[in-house]
Structure formats: structure tokens, C-alpha cells
């Protein structure tokens, strides 16, 4: 799946008012149709005993993807990004 299609489902998903980073990769999943809604405790980022990039793969690429938009100040965050459920993300106007 391309980089910017996922950018666009973000910035799309996105308000001007802090959203939860959970929501955002729910609303985000929905929209481009990814299987993440189904696995068992998809609000939170995995344990880092788990296997990384095990069956939460989908969603860390969308992480990875709000990641990148915040480091390209298109995006504001508040908290650890990689605590989905403690972190929140809104547009910044740019």
C-alpha cells in the first residue's frame, strides 16, 4: 500500500482538536479496508515481549506514517506515539 494513500486516510481522518492515536488508526483502517479491526487487543501498541510488527502489522505502518507526518509538522502530537490509547495527534494547520 502506498505511503501517500495512508498519508491522505490520516489527514483525512484527523481534526483540528486532539484525537486519540487509537481512533485515528481505526478510523484510518476502516477507511482503506485493513483486517486490524479484528485482532484482539488492536487499541494498544503490542508488548515489547511480542514479536514487533507481528499481527499488529497494518497498524504499525499506519503509526509509522503519523509518525512521519508529525516529524513533517503536518500533524501535532501530545505523548508517547507508540502508546496508542495515551497519545493524541491533530492537524496543525500547515
Not at 500500500?1 to 495512508?6: A, E, K, R, T
Not at 482503506?32 to 497494518?58: C, H, N, S, T, V
Request: one cysteine or more; aromatic letters at 4%; charged letters at 30%.
Amino acid at each position: 500500500m502506498s505511503p501517500d494513500l495512508i498519508d491522505q486516510a490520516i489527514l483525512a481522518a484527523c481534526k483540528p482538536q486532539s484525537l486519540k492515536v487509537a481512533r485515528i488508526i481505526g478510523d484510518v483502517a476502516k477507511a482503506l479496508k485493513l483486517p486490524i479491526l479484528q485482532a484482539p487487543g488492536f487499541a494498544d501498541a503490542p508488548d515489547e515481549r511480542e514479536e514487533p510488527r507481528g499481527r499488529y502489522q497494518e497498524a504499525d505502518l499506519i503509526v509509522d506514517r503519523i509518525k512521519a507526518l508529525v516529524k513533517a509538522k503536518k500533524l501535532e502530537s501530545a505523548g508517547h506515539l507508540d502508546w496508542w490509547r495515551n497519545s493524541e495527534i491533530r492537524l496543525t494547520g500547515k
